[in-house]
């Protein structure tokens, strides 16, 4: 009974339920982010950059030419389904809560990701095309390996950030307004708070265990799934009965 009050006091009264319509196609853009994500594959002999030579970032590129290209295809697919997958998260809360600032902090967060993500995939684009590759000068293919070990350790920090942020502010507004199911939503806020805690190590003078890092990767990339999952099984609960 508790409980019950509890979650009637969380739940905000002015709440209004989500078009099925956005449930739909929020839930569909989710599950395709998450199966176009499987397409991604770790390229082998990675050369340590600031320590590799042209020869070698020229053979690591012939030789990982399907991989490379496989993963530039798959960031880019995946760069416009997150693009409306978002859209979809900031309608479904806007819907819920109409005088709510969360779509536009979602928005936001999912508008930065965006450009960071392209900036990483148009760094490490160019090896995916060998041929331009041998066409680059020693040294300019060196500092266009470097470039895109510095946008990965950027987007090690800033990226995950931004996107727990995101993960943080729709979790906290699907709870209160019960949008999907409430294990999903404090799933979400564990993530974001741990992701809270891998950016406030910058300024502590221990180190997070780096299986933290790890962590926020695989619940970054599984929550789509759950979401989209989530937000599936609500769309078939509203579907229309027949009279």
């Known amino acids: 009974m508790a409980a019950t009050s509890a979650e009637q006091a969380l739940a905000d009264q002015s709440t209004e339920p989500p078009s099925r319509t956005t449930l739909g196609r929020t839930a569909l853009t989710g599950l395709l982010l998450f199966l176009v994500s499987l397409?991604?594959?770790t390229p082998e002999g990675t050369p340590s950059p600031g320590d590799a030579t042209a020869a070698q970032i020229r053979a690591y590129a012939a030789d990982n030419d399907a991989i490379i290209r496989l993963n530039t295809l798959t960031a880019l697919v995946s760069v416009v389904l997150f693009a409306f997958f978002v859209v979809g998260l900031a309608q479904l809360v806007g819907?819920?809560?109409?005088?709510s600032p969360v779509p536009g902090v979602i928005l936001l967060c999912g508008a930065v990701a965006t450009a960071q993500t392209l900036l990483l995939v148009a760094a490490s684009s160019i090896f995916a095309f060998p041929h331009e590759v041998e066409g680059l000068a020693d040294s300019d293919i060196v500092n266009?390996?470097?470039?895109?070990?510095?946008t990965e350790w950027f987007a090690s920090r800033t990226l995950v950030s931004?996107?727990?942020l995101l993960v943080g502010a729709f979790s906290y507004a699907a709870l209160r307004s019960r949008i999907v199911a409430r294990w999903v939503c404090w799933v979400g806020l564990a993530l974001a708070a741990l992701a809270a805690v891998k950016v406030a190590d910058i300024g502590l003078p221990g180190e997070v265990p780096s299986g933290?890092?790890?962590?926020?990767?695989f619940g970054w990339w599984l929550w789509p799934l759950a979401i989209g999952g989530a937000l599936g099984v609500r769309w078939l609960r509203t579907r229309p009965r027949k009279s």
């Open 212 to 217: 933290t890092f790890l962590f926020l990767i």
């Open 162 to 164: 931004v996107c727990m």
């Open 95 to 99: 819907q819920a809560r109409k005088d």
């Open 39 to 41: 397409g991604s594959m």
């Open 144 to 150: 266009l390996f470097t470039l895109t070990a510095v």
